[in-house]
């Protein structure tokens, strides 16, 4: 278990999650704070990837919350708690998103920015200024990927869940997890690497048809 | 392996997915397969790229939002916690003691159904109050067919019409006395526990002055006029 320091300097093991979850179904209110400040980062930015959208990852987000909440009580402890909130947010993005693409972010320039970062406060301005770009690059590939390949890749890649793990949350085999995310790698791969994302590129380029 | 590595075991292995056999296969292929060493370079980089993505913060925004949301919708509770608020007004701690009053809160619930009306037909019903006079009667109506016995501290008699018979005083009495005379008294007062039984104009034949045993004393007839 985790310990905490208190300002009079006294370490205090954390809340587990399911110490949360009781807490919460006996009507503690501070519990649900505490597990949205717990996993407040990790739904956003899976909604984020998902919707490709920051505005709408914020309304996906909230609406993810207000469904924790409404369905904490039932939660049994089958998986962890994690695992169930992964799930709770992709069923929430997949039913509101359906088949739709996550829309293409800006590729230039940081007039258009409305996400923020995680600061890396050992990075200089240049440096950051790189990583943005290439962030946007990667983020329009992603973002191109069918809805499955972008969910298992997503998972894999950006949450660092095991294969095992994802299986839980997609509810499939982990040979189908496998399989989507060597799909995923490889089409991602075809467009990075084909430089049609490039700002210069993409003002010629057509919209391109699904292909799954 | 002579054929190449495919494309999703490749992923597999460098997401350390695959089992220890299978890696050391990919291994040893890769040692001798340039065209998969290149597959497998260009999937790091992709992997490498992906990981390079930058984790967004929530929006500051976002946590105020929710409380307002989740203020609207207030949290619905449980049976168990419904339960719990009425029995004790306050969370219990045991998961046991829950379901054990879910049960019986389960229990009740079938009870009220399967007998309720019963119950209340009942409380309905007034409470028949037997009078001494009434019992009397019923006595009267019954005492041959069914015979009355009762048994008092360690004796027992048995009612024959108007006079009770102890059990073991068989035969005719040696002395009928009045219960109200000095003698009667004597004996009632030895015998209290007959006191219970004898009515006006009822009779009681015992065994007077018998050891603890029931053996020796005398048969007498108790009248009460």
Same mark, same amino acid.
């Given at each position: 278990m985790m310990k905490v320091a208190t300002a009079d300097g006294v370490a205090v093991p954390e809340a587990t999650d399911l110490d949360l979850v009781d807490r919460y179904k006996y009507g503690d209110e501070q519990a649900f704070e505490e597990i949205y400040q717990r996993y407040a980062t990790m739904v956003y930015n899976l909604c984020f990837r998902l919707s490709g959208n920051p505005d709408e990852a914020s309304d996906l987000s909230q609406e993810v919350f207000v469904r924790i909440f409404r369905h904490l009580a039932k939660f =049994?402890? %089958?998986?962890t708690l994690k695992t169930w909130i992964y799930r709770v947010t992709l069923n929430h993005c997949r039913s509101r998103l359906g088949r739709k693409r996550p829309e293409p972010q800006p590729?230039?320039? #940081?007039?258009?920015?409305t996400v923020r970062e995680i600061e890396? #406060?050992? =990075?200089?301005p240049e440096d950051r200024a790189v990583a943005e770009s290439e962030g946007r690059l990667v983020a329009a590939a992603l973002a191109r990927l069918p809805g499955r390949f972008r969910e298992a890749v997503t998972l894999r890649?950006?949450?660092?869940?095991s294969y095992q793990e994802i299986a839980a949350i997609l509810r499939v085999r982990i040979g189908t997890v496998r399989s989507r995310i060597a799909r995923g790698r490889e089409r991602l791969r075809d467009v990075l690497e084909s430089g049609e994302l490039l700002p210069e590129r993409s003002l010629r380029a057509a919209p391109r048809e699904e292909m799954v | 392996m002579s054929a190449h590595v495919t494309t999703e075991r490749l992923s597999a292995y460098l997401d350390r997915e695959l089992p220890d056999r299978r890696a050391q296969e990919v291994e040893r292929h890769l040692e001798d397969c340039s065209h998969c060493r290149r597959n497998l370079d260009s999937l790091s980089r992709v992997v490498h790229r992906l990981q390079g993505l930058e984790r967004a913060a929530p929006p500051p925004l976002l946590a105020g939002d929710v409380a307002r949301r989740v203020a609207l919708e207030g949290r619905p509770r449980t049976l168990v916690e419904r339960l719990e608020s009425r029995l004790t007004g306050k969370p219990l701690q045991s998961q046991i003691f829950n379901s054990f009053a879910l049960v019986m809160a389960l229990a009740g619930i079938v009870y009220v159904f399967a007998f309720g009306l019963d119950l209340i037909e009942r409380k309905r019903t007034p409470v028949r109050v037997v009078t001494p006079e009434a019992s009397a009667e019923f006595f009267r109506q019954h005492e041959i067919a069914i015979g009355l016995r009762s048994e008092l501290e360690d004796r027992v008699f048995y009612r024959e019409g108007e006079m009770w018979r102890e059990q073991?005083?068989? %035969?005719? #009495?040696e002395l009928e006395i009045a219960a109200s005379s000095p003698e009667g008294l004597a004996v009632l007062e030895r015998n209290q526990e007959l006191a219970p039984l004898l009515g006006q104009g009822q009779a009681v034949i015992l065994r007077d002055g018998a050891d603890p045993s029931g053996a020796g004393g005398r048969v007498v007839k108790i009248l009460v006029e």
């Open positions: =049994r402890g %089958g998986s590729l230039t320039g #940081p007039e258009g920015e890396d #406060p050992r =990075r200089n890649d950006l949450e660092d869940l | 073991g005083a068989a %035969g005719e #009495p």
